[in-house]
């Protein structure tokens, strides 16, 4: 995710990182070649009776952004939807931690077991959604006493949640928690498993693959026909306003792409590994640790993963 | 559903399957025949001060496009829903084998016994919502002691819930698990009953039929009449701008026709199949089962059902 | 509610019942009589320096479009949320009903008078909601024991909701039903007040009267000065183009004044009729009664009501 | 609120109450003289050079009926959530009073104790969001014991709801009441706190002014400088379609100025007075009482407030 | 946030304050300047067969304003959250302060000590949120005893729910509260820990930069090029329909941009100062002090911060 100090309006304009324009730089520059046969092309072609016009490529241009606005809602609910479930992942875990730390028969130590158990958790929610090997983060951060049932367990961000669980039910029968007191923090185990569901969910259902192969389509098949309608009547002003046009067009596109799959470390995609070290500061320093991780920085091009 | 590898930008121009050009190809074809006709009737109709021109089409053209922008919001909604049901069936189904897994006095093959009514439950689901017939499953999938009480009840879905529900009153009764832990597990309970309430008021109760029936007559209208209205302009041009126009408009109707009824096996309806036996992988996993029934790849279309 | 078997594209394009066409066949009838008119009277009137132009109307007919788009928004919206309520009575109900056969204590001939009263209360709300009698259907529902608590009460359906409510409260206090399971049954009782509410509201507040009124106010103005527009550019195809753009605008705008008030039973209501039988299919088929209501089935013109 | 029987579709376009026809016909009368401003000063200021043409003006004129449509919606959510909450308080003092009532240790005059309590909380919130004077309803509403407590503290409403809460302690110690029935009950004493803060939000933070003044300014430079836009072309006409425009323009932008704040007593405000009163009536009937208080109805012009 | 009274319709559209025109003025000057380089270079340019139409410029506006719309409701959705947020703040303090006033054996100075944390919490938000130094309104705020444990912690805010924690802990570690209440207070401390959370995601995670970006782009150079596009057309009046379409377009991006960030200061902020002292005056009349603060009033230019 692109994270940027307040830029001047003027120098904000020529921004190059944390567009998608690098991204659609090549089909521009396509675009521009359509121009220049256009209006090397015109005089030849429009004697064969051979002509397009721009009303009709009004309506159809309207009508595509219309149908790309539908596009970048759908793709954009996915994203702000995406980030609400990592935001109640911070919630959760600091209600769950919060609550433990309230019942008085629990020690120091089990606070720490239990700690880790939320922080392998959410790492693991984290590799799982970018498919990255999990492994080395789950030996660091579980207790060790769990290492044996989650380390080569096929699933294991569920299984760390049965393993939260299970640690519940054990403080429950030795006395430590009333059945009360364990139906308030049993829900927010549910919660969990509900963000854990949700982030699967967007993760493996894309939009109907049909919504992104039709606007793909005719947002491509528009900008190529775009400079011979626009040539008739623009002349040497085509590339100009047919490459204004379509830099609309396919970035929009572009970018509505992208923010369908929001869990990658593109520009615009959520910054997991932030998001992780965060809940970890938030968690350690309610235990009372002083030497907390340091947040994640933005690199040189204000990336932040 | 269909799930594709990601493609690069130009080959997913030409991309076949996925989109729902199948269904439109026979209309598309109308309407080049419809061109052909404009092109070589104009020079006689337009005699008789027949003509129509392509201002009044932009108007109803954009028109149809902001109400075909409705109801695509509406039949994607539908979808989504779907998607979300079926997301919390694995969360609720997650959440009940975990809660009776932390109980202490139940036994292993209890917890099979409760599992394999949960899997009956998505299972039934599913055949409910595709009427396809259900007994195979159920008899594969129910525990023994529950094959009377399920198999030949006219609501088999509404009845494994009660059976569920039965389940978890004997283990209350028989000292199990106590009136607050019943509580929080019913709370999920009745979480089942609600995802079967809405995946049956969506498989039921279309949207309004005026809608579709309005939106489908203006759309053919429209593109019928598109060629005559361009044709004094564009001449020769006429079929390339025509199709593209109605390709637009023809393919966003048919899907958004297609998206309405999400419970189907076409290529952009859920993939129902793939959601159970998902299910089915995570609480068997939960369970400790070695043997994980294999997830569901996509066949050679890239379709998953 | 119009509830079709799935037609072929071509065949639905001629389709009578089930549109709002009926409603709205005298309106496009004088918009034929003003296409007529415009084309007779066009050679005379525009030597008087009367004509009218299709750009202003292509603007105002696109702020149109946009306008009607938010007001089918608004009424689909509150269709919706209707389907939505009583999608909710049927899983409350369930629950219910499910939440009490769990109990040991309780005896099968209280069940069903629980069971009489849940019945009574959709039955009653359906009758509410239509404003037609609803005495008979309460007499023929209600368990004999509380027939005279409801019968001549001035609104029998909160009446309903505080028999049960006394019922449950009964069963607490006889010991049958310990507080806490009090309390997750009075959860969904809580619920029925809620369906009971948000019902009242929709049909008791309608959308803001404005907002129909300028709509309907400027789709009719639109409607009838358009073929003065047209007439100068399309002569003869006026009456044509004129009629296919009204049938767009007025149908939307008909549709979406029948969808405001989602409760009565016209073709795009809701089949309140059929639900309430759903409803006693499934919690009689819960009871293991063997002899089950028929749901209702559409009539010739394929409502269901 | 208007609340208005059905009208036939002709008589409703020249209803004259109920549309903010009023509001907005003095600028209207301001655009009439500026489309004879044009007409007639066309001839002399067009040698000047002068000229605007209506391309421009559709490019306007969309744009502004999109962002009007962005302000019609955000306003109209405003009047539909302040609907739900008023609703939602509805729901909840009867959901209130029937747990109240089933409470086996409650005497008769203790129900009524916290029937007015309840009565007097709707109507002080009514008082409270319409800045009238709330000590006659209190002082009328309130049981006798607890004048001392609410009549002459700052913040009535708020000191309604922290007696309801007192009540229900003293219940509860002394021992009517158990917690678990405590608890859910005191659920819905949160969510009367909802309501409370809902309402007050809606009522002290407006859409930001920002939004209004751009809009504003732009319908009226819009509606203003169209004539002389519309004048080069429709001549003798332009007044009827200037004027045909601007009413769109005009009557949504008020529309939308008065539904930004619903809890006046405009035509298209809420009606809390009638609220208030079915509130009251439910309560009464469940009761038991005979004399119910009369609905209230829409008075000559079908103004309910 | 601007507070204004009402204000007469003619005397608005020349309101200064309050619009976002004092962000924008600079830019509209650039376009005025523009229009005039576009006048007196016509002559000159069009003669190298340099000129734009007002055609594809129509196509583009209406793009670019189908895409400003969607912008400003993401950015006024989290404007509105926002504001749902502090809202809940408000009602959730007050439903915890109810809460614990109506428990038997809590003193007077544990109920003022218990506020004193509640309005530490609301305050050091408010300076998490703007990055203002927080020591001086915890020490003001916080009771003595709780001194030591938040002054110097590195996230205060978090801190102070902690404690919280631990003071109901505390209460029913002393048997004041039993575990069923203590569940119902506790809900609400994790009600404060999703209003912590939810504000730190609106104010962390910002709308994707290539969203701001490209319509930052496309916006500024649309107005750019306009009065070279109407120039042929308009002549003269090129100037006051070129800052009339800027004026439009440049004020909505630049409130788009200020509303994405609904924590600040500027006049379409939220006023969380004036929220903050508004749930202090209401958390001190439940306690009832006599001596309540000032509501804070907008300033001379009615901006309340």
Chains 1, 2, 3, 4, 5 share one sequence.
Request: with cysteine; aromatic share 10%; hydrophobic share 45%.
């Amino acid at each position: 995710m692109i994270v940027r100090p307040h830029q001047h309006w003027f120098i904000r304009l020529f921004d190059w990182h944390g567009s998608v324009l690098s991204n659609i730089v090549f089909r521009l520059s396509l675009n521009l070649l359509m121009s220049l046969i256009a209006i090397f092309g015109y005089p030849w072609y429009s004697t064969l009776g051979i002509h397009l016009t721009t009303a009709p490529f009004s309506l159809v241009g309207v009508s595509i952004a219309i149908f790309l606005g539908f596009r970048n809602n759908a793709s954009y609910a996915r994203f702000i939807e995406a980030r609400h479930l990592w935001g109640n992942l911070h919630i959760t875990e600091r209600s769950l931690l919060r609550q433990i730390k309230s019942i008085r028969g629990i020690r120091e130590e089990q606070v720490r077991e239990f700690t880790g158990l939320l922080l392998a958790f959410s790492w693991s929610l984290k590799h799982r959604l970018r498919k990255t090997p999990v492994q080395a983060d789950l030996q660091r951060l579980l207790p060790d006493n769990w290492h044996s049932a989650v380390l080569n367990h096929p699933m294991p961000t569920s299984q760390v949640l049965l393993c939260l669980s299970t640690w519940l039910a054990q403080r429950r029968d030795e006395g430590d928690i009333s059945d009360i007191i364990w139906q308030s923090i049993d829900e927010n185990l549910n919660q969990l498993s509900t963000i854990l569901g949700g982030c699967d969910r967007i993760a493996n259902t894309p939009i109907p693959f049909a919504y992104s192969l039709i606007l793909h389509r005719t947002v491509y098949l528009f900008c190529t026909l775009l400079p011979f309608a626009l040539v008739a009547d623009l002349h040497l002003m085509t590339p100009l306003v047919s490459m204004f046009i379509s830099y609309t067009f396919l970035s929009l596109e572009a970018l509505a792409e992208e923010l369908e799959h929001p869990f990658g470390t593109a520009p615009n995609h959520l910054p997991l590994d932030a998001l992780c070290v965060n809940i970890a500061r938030d968690l350690k320093a309610m235990n009372g640790e002083r030497s907390l991780p340091e947040p994640l920085e933005p690199d040189a091009h204000f990336n932040l993963t």
